[in-house]
């Protein structure tokens, strides 16, 4: 037998019984076999995984973070919300937005478009004539709630328009037609939307004419245009932390960091990512940038650049050769993005630090069935009683399944270093301060009390309709004694005792049908009795 010597220990070479040629791996240096062995299979395939191996996986330690054993759980089937006709539409967006007290999910709709809003209690199997927001002449592409109140919501379709929603307190009742504000300023199809972080009232939308536009919904118009900025369709559009900057995915295979209120480019880096199918790039809480894409040879990337410094990414991960595209989703308060890719039947995860190698992966959950859509709910929406650290709602074709995540931990009580605070519902800014161009930081709170969601607070817009410019001028032609009244507050208010008049209806309809099944069920009760 021959032995040769190396870092400690020492690797044996011999034959076996059956006379083949094997080796064997004896301890040295007080490092136990298995441990050496381990190192150096970790540090032979980090090259494949792109991991560069670190002095503790050198050493063959593992590094310890409490994320590590992160516990991934689908719900049971009566906790689903069932028999929903998921939108077919080819647009890779999540098609599903949810916050502290509602779902919405974009659905199949004939002669336009439409989404659902549950409630989060209203499970099981939802009926084919529940009410759904239904004013899109086209098919609805993208949806986003308000981070400042969380009854309002806003959607973009291929009709070329952005409209605002108001949901009532306890959910719809009737179908939703008419939307609390129509903004009209992209020539295509609007498939992304997006509200400011900290600002009141100030909401981002990009559509397939290659141009950006914000918008103060408080008045209805658009305040700021970036026109010149990318040559081809946007695949996404994210804010960073403050609001202060937008980072861009385009077709060109370029990503932005753009200052919208000087319309200026930033920093910009071309081709992130070689490969053909369409990015993501999402701001994280440190300035530096997160993209996921593909290579040339159309493998799956994670990629982390810093914006000072785009020349070169600090690391780049090779995830696999599907080819559904993948959608981050980020914590800042944990640092950890959630990649879930559609058609994918799994949700990986991975922890952000500001030492190399960055991106640290940490576990992958896996179910059966491949997701048609994500949705992600707000940190505050979370029961930090069943330590949970992440929420997702997952689309299948005919339902949305909750997917919960948690930290197992053997106290009660409330665990500081997971729940850190966290973004509160309230701005920092209103949307005339931040367009002037002041920045707020998010207001933070803390979730150990449980956060409770607020009441619905009444959305004003103070645009002014055309048909009560038209109304004026009728005014101004008439008589000086009609003049005196004012037409546009009888129209208002005609319009809100007749909205007022059919909920109503729909409640006494509601009320009497089942009246009727309690009465029947009792006649069958009494039967059983007798």
Same mark, same amino acid.
């Given at each position: 037998m021959k032995a040769e010597e190396g870092g400690g220990a020492i690797v044996g070479v011999g034959k076996d019984?059956?006379?083949?040629?094997?080796?064997?791996?004896?301890?040295g240096g007080g490092i136990d076999p298995v441990t050496r062995w381990a190192a150096c299979y970790i540090t032979r395939f980090s090259g494949i995984l792109q991991f560069p191996p670190s002095e503790d996986m050198k050493r063959g330690v593992v590094r310890s973070s409490k994320f590590r054993h992160v516990f991934g759980q689908t719900v049971k089937n009566d906790a689903c919300y069932d028999d929903i006709r998921v939108s077919r539409v080819t647009w890779d967006s999540s098609f599903c937005a949810v916050n502290p007290k509602f779902v919405a999910?974009?659905?199949? =709709? *004939? &002669?336009?478009?439409?989404?659902? #809003?549950?409630?989060?209690?209203?499970?099981?199997?939802?009926?084919k004539s529940y009410p759904s927001v239904c004013g899109h002449t086209?098919?609805?592409?993208?949806?986003?709630?308000?981070?400042?109140?969380?009854?309002?919501? =806003? *959607? &973009?379709?291929?009709?070329?328009? #952005?409209?605002?929603?108001?949901i009532p307190e306890n959910g719809l009742v009737t179908a939703m037609a008419e939307p609390v504000v129509v903004l009209e300023g992209h020539s295509k199809r609007v498939g992304i939307i997006t509200w400011h972080p900290t600002a009141r009232n100030v909401l981002l939308s990009a559509g397939c004419d290659n141009q950006v536009i914000i918008w103060n919904v408080g008045t209805g118009e658009a305040m700021i245009t970036l026109e010149d900025m990318h040559p081809d369709v946007i695949y996404n559009v994210s804010w960073n932390r403050s609001g202060s900057l937008i980072c861009t995915s385009c077709k060109?295979?370029?990503?932005?960091?753009?200052?919208?209120?000087?319309?200026?480019?930033?920093?910009?880096?071309?081709?992130a990512h070689e490969g053909a199918r369409p990015m993501r790039a999402i701001f994280l809480a440190d300035g530096n940038i997160l993209t996921t894409g593909f290579s040339r040879m159309s493998e799956r990337q994670l990629s982390l650049w810093n914006m000072n410094n785009m020349e070169e990414p600090l690391t780049v991960n090779e995830m696999d050769s599907s080819n559904g595209v993948l959608l981050p989703f980020y914590d800042p308060d944990t640092n950890i993005v959630y990649i879930c890719g559609k058609g994918d039947s799994s949700i990986r995860y991975f922890e952000i630090t500001d030492e190399a190698p960055y991106v640290h992966f940490l576990s992958t959950f896996v179910t059966k069935e491949p997701q048609r859509g994500m949705g992600y709910m707000p940190k505050r929406g979370l029961d930090v009683n069943k330590v949970e650290i992440a929420r997702f709602y997952k689309l299948h074709e005919r339902k949305c399944e909750p997917i919960v995540m948690t930290v197992p931990r053997k106290s009660d009580l409330f665990q500081d270093d997971l729940y850190p605070d966290t973004a509160g519902p309230d701005p920092s800014i209103e949307a005339e301060e931040w367009f002037d161009g002041k920045n707020g930081e998010p207001i933070l709170i803390s979730l150990?009390?449980?956060?409770?969601?607020?009441?619905?607070?009444?959305?004003?817009v103070f645009k002014k309709n055309i048909l009560d410019s038209k109304a004026a001028k009728n005014t101004e032609n008439s008589s000086p004694a009609i003049r005196s009244a004012s037409p546009t507050p009888t129209i208002k208010s005609e319009a809100k005792l007749e909205e007022i008049l059919k909920e109503i209806k729909s409640l006494k309809d509601l009320v009497s049908s089942q009246e009727k099944r309690i009465i029947k069920l009792e006649d069958q009760m009494s039967k059983i009795a007798i």
């Open positions: 019984r059956r006379g083949r040629e094997s080796q064997r791996l004896s301890g999910i974009i659905i199949e =709709a *004939s &002669g336009g478009g439409a989404f659902l #809003v549950l409630p989060l209690h209203k499970t099981g199997r939802i009926d086209g098919p609805v592409l993208d949806i986003d709630w308000c981070p400042h109140d969380d009854h309002v919501i =806003a *959607s &973009g379709s291929e009709d070329c328009t #952005v409209m605002v929603w108001q060109d295979k370029s990503i932005r960091v753009i200052d919208p209120r000087k319309e200026k480019i930033v920093a910009e880096k071309e081709k150990k009390n449980v956060y409770v969601p607020t009441k619905n607070r009444e959305f004003k």
